[in-house]
Protein backbone atom coordinates (compact mmCIF):
# COMPACT_ATOMS: atom_id res chain seq x y z
CA UNK A 1 0.00 0.00 0.00
CA UNK A 2 1.61 3.62 -0.59
CA UNK A 3 2.30 5.84 2.23
CA UNK A 4 -0.83 5.61 4.44
CA UNK A 5 -3.25 4.83 1.65
CA UNK A 6 -5.98 1.60 2.16
CA UNK A 7 -4.98 -1.91 1.11
CA UNK A 8 -4.63 -1.62 -2.79
CA UNK A 9 -4.54 -4.64 -4.89
CA UNK A 10 -1.17 -5.26 -6.59
CA UNK A 11 -1.92 -7.96 -9.37
CA UNK A 12 -2.37 -5.60 -11.87
CA UNK A 13 -0.04 -2.91 -10.84
CA UNK A 14 2.49 -1.78 -13.48
CA UNK A 15 6.10 -0.42 -13.63
CA UNK A 16 4.26 3.07 -15.45
CA UNK A 17 1.81 3.21 -12.67
CA UNK A 18 4.67 2.61 -9.41
CA UNK A 19 7.51 4.84 -11.30
CA UNK A 20 5.53 8.29 -11.63
CA UNK A 21 5.66 11.68 -9.19
CA UNK A 22 2.54 11.52 -7.09
CA UNK A 23 2.04 7.88 -7.32
CA UNK A 24 2.80 7.32 -3.36
CA UNK A 25 5.40 4.47 -3.99
CA UNK A 26 8.38 6.23 -4.41
CA UNK A 27 10.18 8.25 -1.45
CA UNK A 28 12.33 11.48 -2.09
CA UNK A 29 15.24 9.57 -3.72
CA UNK A 30 12.82 7.87 -5.94
CA UNK A 31 13.50 4.57 -4.16
CA UNK A 32 10.71 1.95 -4.61
CA UNK A 33 9.18 1.20 -1.00
CA UNK A 34 5.61 -0.66 -0.44
CA UNK A 35 4.44 -1.88 3.54
CA UNK A 36 2.16 -5.27 3.13
CA UNK A 37 -1.12 -6.37 5.06
CA UNK A 38 -1.06 -9.61 6.27
CA UNK A 39 -4.82 -10.51 6.70
CA UNK A 40 -5.42 -13.57 9.37
CA UNK A 41 -8.20 -15.66 8.57
CA UNK A 42 -8.21 -18.32 11.48
CA UNK A 43 -5.86 -19.45 14.23
CA UNK A 44 -4.68 -22.95 14.60
CA UNK A 45 -4.64 -23.89 18.34
CA UNK A 46 -2.13 -26.07 19.88
CA UNK A 47 -4.44 -27.26 23.06
CA UNK A 48 -7.07 -30.20 23.55
CA UNK A 49 -9.70 -28.38 21.86
CA UNK A 50 -8.49 -27.95 18.30
CA UNK A 51 -5.22 -30.01 17.77
CA UNK A 52 -3.15 -28.67 14.81
CA UNK A 53 -4.10 -29.25 11.59
CA UNK A 54 -7.54 -29.43 12.31
CA UNK A 55 -10.31 -26.86 10.78
CA UNK A 56 -12.72 -24.81 12.84
CA UNK A 57 -16.09 -25.70 11.95
CA UNK A 58 -16.62 -22.09 11.39
CA UNK A 59 -14.13 -21.56 8.82
CA UNK A 60 -15.29 -24.99 6.17
CA UNK A 61 -17.16 -27.53 5.64
CA UNK A 62 -16.61 -30.27 7.84
CA UNK A 63 -17.13 -34.07 9.18
CA UNK A 64 -17.06 -34.06 12.82
CA UNK A 65 -15.86 -36.91 15.20
CA UNK A 66 -18.06 -36.25 18.07
CA UNK A 67 -16.81 -37.60 21.82
CA UNK A 68 -20.41 -37.37 23.98
CA UNK A 69 -18.04 -38.46 27.39
CA UNK A 70 -15.39 -37.09 26.66
CA UNK A 71 -17.35 -33.75 26.05
CA UNK A 72 -15.38 -32.88 22.89
CA UNK A 73 -15.04 -32.88 19.28
CA UNK A 74 -12.68 -33.32 16.10
CA UNK A 75 -12.87 -31.37 13.09
CA UNK A 76 -12.00 -32.62 9.69
CA UNK A 77 -11.92 -31.46 5.97
CA UNK A 78 -14.52 -34.11 4.36
CA UNK A 79 -12.19 -34.21 1.01
CA UNK A 80 -9.47 -35.36 2.90
CA UNK A 81 -11.49 -37.82 4.54
CA UNK A 82 -13.00 -38.59 1.28
CA UNK A 83 -9.70 -39.55 -0.08
CA UNK A 84 -8.79 -41.24 2.50
CA UNK A 85 -11.25 -44.06 3.95
CA UNK A 86 -14.17 -45.11 1.52
CA UNK A 87 -16.02 -46.03 4.53
CA UNK A 88 -16.27 -42.46 5.35
CA UNK A 89 -16.82 -41.19 1.66
CA UNK A 90 -20.03 -43.41 1.29
CA UNK A 91 -20.72 -42.06 4.98
CA UNK A 92 -20.52 -38.41 3.04
CA UNK A 93 -22.26 -39.85 0.06
CA UNK A 94 -25.11 -40.48 2.52
CA UNK A 95 -25.33 -36.71 3.83
CA UNK A 96 -23.89 -37.73 7.26
CA UNK A 97 -21.38 -35.23 8.82
CA UNK A 98 -21.41 -36.05 12.23
CA UNK A 99 -20.41 -39.04 13.83
CA UNK A 100 -21.15 -39.90 17.48
CA UNK A 101 -18.22 -42.06 19.39
CA UNK A 102 -18.34 -42.91 23.21
CA UNK A 103 -14.20 -42.73 23.55
CA UNK A 104 -11.19 -42.39 21.84
CA UNK A 105 -10.34 -38.91 21.81
CA UNK A 106 -6.70 -39.39 22.06
CA UNK A 107 -6.46 -42.12 19.29
CA UNK A 108 -8.35 -40.40 16.86
CA UNK A 109 -6.50 -37.32 17.50
CA UNK A 110 -3.35 -38.95 16.48
CA UNK A 111 -5.69 -40.99 13.32
CA UNK A 112 -6.52 -37.29 11.97
CA UNK A 113 -2.74 -36.01 12.73
CA UNK A 114 -1.49 -38.85 10.58
CA UNK A 115 -3.98 -37.97 7.63
CA UNK A 116 -3.28 -34.47 8.00
CA UNK A 117 0.60 -35.06 7.72
CA UNK A 118 1.41 -33.28 11.13
CA UNK A 119 2.38 -37.00 12.73
CA UNK A 120 3.71 -39.97 11.91
CA UNK A 121 3.78 -42.40 14.86
CA UNK A 122 1.44 -45.09 14.36
CA UNK A 123 -0.02 -46.69 17.48
CA UNK A 124 -1.45 -50.26 17.76
CA UNK A 125 -4.94 -48.15 18.95
CA UNK A 126 -4.52 -45.98 15.47
CA UNK A 127 -3.85 -49.29 13.87
CA UNK A 128 -7.52 -50.34 14.76
CA UNK A 129 -8.79 -46.84 13.86
CA UNK A 130 -7.74 -47.20 10.61
CA UNK A 131 -8.80 -50.31 9.93
CA UNK A 132 -12.31 -49.53 10.74
CA UNK A 133 -12.51 -47.18 8.32
CA UNK A 134 -10.39 -48.43 5.35
CA UNK A 135 -7.37 -46.12 5.39
CA UNK A 136 -4.81 -48.54 3.56
CA UNK A 137 -2.86 -45.71 3.96
CA UNK A 138 -2.10 -45.79 7.96
CA UNK A 139 -2.45 -49.69 7.70
CA UNK A 140 0.34 -50.27 5.41
CA UNK A 141 2.40 -48.26 7.45
CA UNK A 142 2.03 -49.52 10.57
CA UNK A 143 2.25 -52.62 9.24
CA UNK A 144 5.63 -51.93 7.65
CA UNK A 145 6.82 -50.91 10.98
CA UNK A 146 5.69 -53.63 12.72
CA UNK A 147 7.93 -56.27 9.57
CA UNK A 148 10.87 -54.33 10.39
CA UNK A 149 10.78 -54.48 13.90
CA UNK A 150 10.60 -58.13 13.81
CA UNK A 151 13.42 -58.04 11.03
CA UNK A 152 15.97 -55.47 11.54
CA UNK A 153 18.26 -54.72 14.95
CA UNK A 154 18.65 -50.51 16.14
CA UNK A 155 21.93 -50.90 14.83
CA UNK A 156 20.13 -51.07 11.18
CA UNK A 157 17.60 -48.14 11.89
CA UNK A 158 19.29 -45.76 9.24
CA UNK A 159 19.41 -47.93 6.58
CA UNK A 160 15.76 -48.64 6.83
CA UNK A 161 14.75 -44.62 6.61
CA UNK A 162 16.91 -44.67 3.70
CA UNK A 163 15.05 -47.15 1.98
CA UNK A 164 11.79 -45.96 2.93
CA UNK A 165 12.20 -42.28 2.84
CA UNK A 166 11.86 -41.54 5.82
CA UNK A 167 12.07 -37.34 6.10
CA UNK A 168 12.60 -36.25 9.46
CA UNK A 169 15.10 -39.08 10.03
CA UNK A 170 16.96 -38.88 6.50
CA UNK A 171 17.63 -34.65 7.62
CA UNK A 172 18.87 -36.07 11.19
CA UNK A 173 21.11 -38.83 9.20
CA UNK A 174 22.20 -36.07 6.53
CA UNK A 175 23.03 -33.32 9.30
CA UNK A 176 25.52 -35.89 11.34
CA UNK A 177 27.31 -36.81 7.89
CA UNK A 178 31.25 -35.97 8.22
CA UNK A 179 32.59 -37.06 5.19
CA UNK A 180 32.28 -37.64 1.32
CA UNK A 181 32.50 -41.74 2.15
CA UNK A 182 30.15 -41.48 4.64
CA UNK A 183 27.36 -39.85 2.65
CA UNK A 184 28.44 -42.22 -0.36
CA UNK A 185 27.34 -44.48 2.39
CA UNK A 186 24.33 -43.82 3.01
CA UNK A 187 23.00 -42.41 -0.37
CA UNK A 188 24.07 -46.20 -2.08
CA UNK A 189 20.98 -47.45 0.03
CA UNK A 190 18.75 -44.59 -1.11
CA UNK A 191 15.77 -44.91 -3.33
CA UNK A 192 16.52 -42.09 -5.48
CA UNK A 193 13.33 -42.62 -7.38
CA UNK A 194 11.24 -41.77 -4.28
CA UNK A 195 12.82 -39.69 -2.78
CA UNK A 196 11.07 -36.45 -2.00
CA UNK A 197 12.18 -32.82 -3.85
CA UNK A 198 13.02 -31.91 -0.41
CA UNK A 199 15.24 -34.45 0.87
CA UNK A 200 17.10 -34.00 -2.80
CA UNK A 201 17.84 -30.30 -1.69
CA UNK A 202 19.22 -31.36 1.29
CA UNK A 203 21.05 -34.44 0.28
CA UNK A 204 22.28 -31.62 -2.51
CA UNK A 205 23.35 -28.59 -0.11
CA UNK A 206 25.57 -31.49 2.03
CA UNK A 207 26.99 -32.80 -1.54
CA UNK A 208 27.99 -28.95 -2.33
CA UNK A 209 29.05 -28.22 1.47
CA UNK A 210 32.02 -30.88 1.21
CA UNK A 211 32.66 -29.06 -2.21
CA UNK A 212 33.02 -25.85 -1.05
CA UNK A 213 35.52 -26.67 2.47
CA UNK A 214 37.51 -28.31 0.04
Known amino acids: MPGNSPPEHVTDLLHSTIDKDGSGFLD ?15 LLRGDDSIRFNFYDRKFTDC ?4 FGLERRALFVKTQLLRFHSPVIAALLDSGELDLYLDKGFHSYAQF ?3 LHGSSCSVTSDVYEIAQLYDVKTICRKFEMVQSKKKNYGPEEFFPTCNQ ?33 GELMKKLAEKVFSFLSNN
Open 28 to 42: AERRFKMRFAICVHF
Open 63 to 66: FVFV
Open 112 to 114: LDI
Open 164 to 196: FNCRTSLRVMLARVESVESLKKHVQSMDLERMS
